[in-house]
T-cell receptor
Framework: NAGVTQTPKFQVLKTGQSMTLQCAQD?????MYWYRQDPGMGLRLIYY???????DKGEVPNGYNVSRLNKREFSLRLESAAPSQTSVYFC?????????????FGEGSWLTVV | GNSVTQMEGPVTLSEEAFLTINCTYTATGYPSLFWYVQYPGEGLQLLLK?????DKGSNKGFEATYRKETTSFHLEKGSVQVSDSAVYFCALSDRGAQKLVFGQGTRLTINP
């Protein structure tokens, strides 16, 4: 059971380049999320998709766009990468928004912008 | 707003020592509480959770009790192993991952 799969695992970009992080889940979950993890700050929510066909901004959406391609896939795009976007990115999913639900995370994508 | 404060790290212990990582929270309403673990080079894994006051979550020898009176969810383990070396995150949510708030993480190193 693959769970939540993210690609790529590592990427180095030059300032101004664009790229897309891919995420897929095989648990038939309705809700999917993108977080970034920075040292000493825990994880912060970038964008989420509560259900197929909807997307909403999280705490730190500036500089990012997302696409909920279908129920399985949720991609994060950096249109013009900046050094401040150097971070570890995590995709997550849950069956539906709910206080006690288990949230499943991918293994992370390490992005460096030079 | 909701917030989580974790014991600052890093924490270094010897194998078989007793572990406590403190976590306190501020929240309106009645959130669920979680501990996540991140092993080197890996994503976050749910370690345990508690969804209401006085619930005890447990897994892999770790335990945490949801204490509403002290707004705490401290993580404990009676005898740690080298394989427990990781970063531990306390988190809360009152509405799933949309409102999942993390502490800053505590890096734990266990020496043989």
């Amino acid at each position: 059971n693959a769970g939540v799969t993210q690609t790529p695992k590592f990427q180095v970009l030059k300032t101004g380049q664009s790229m897309t992080l891919q995420c897929a889940q095989d648990m038939n979950h309705n809700s999917m999320y993108w977080y970034r993890q920075d040292p000493g700050m825990g994880l912060r929510l970038i964008y989420y998709s509560a259900s197929e066909g909807t997307t909403d901004k999280g705490e730190v959406p500036n500089g990012y766009n997302v696409s909920r391609l279908n129920k399985r896939e949720f991609s994060l795009r950096l249109e013009s990468a900046a050094p401040s976007q150097t971070s570890v990115y995590f995709c997550a999913s849950e069956s539906a928004p709910g206080a006690g639900n288990t949230i499943y995370f991918g293994e992370g994508s390490w992005l460096t912008v030079v | 707003g909701n917030s989580v404060t974790q014991m600052e790290g890093p924490v270094t212990l010897s194998e078989e020592a007793f572990l406590t990582i403190n976590c306190t929270y501020t929240a309106t309403g009645y959130p669920s509480l979680f501990w996540y673990v991140q092993y080197p080079g890996e994503g976050l894994q749910l370690l345990l959770k508690a969804t209401k006051a006085d619930d005890k979550g447990s897994n892999k020898g770790f335990e945490a009790t949801y204490r509403k009176e002290t707004t705490s969810f401290h993580l404990e383990k009676g005898s740690v192993q080298v394989s427990d070396s990781a970063v531990y995150f306390c988190a809360l949510s009152d509405r799933g991952a949309q409102k999942l708030v993390f502490g800053q993480g505590t890096r734990l190193t266990i020496n043989p």
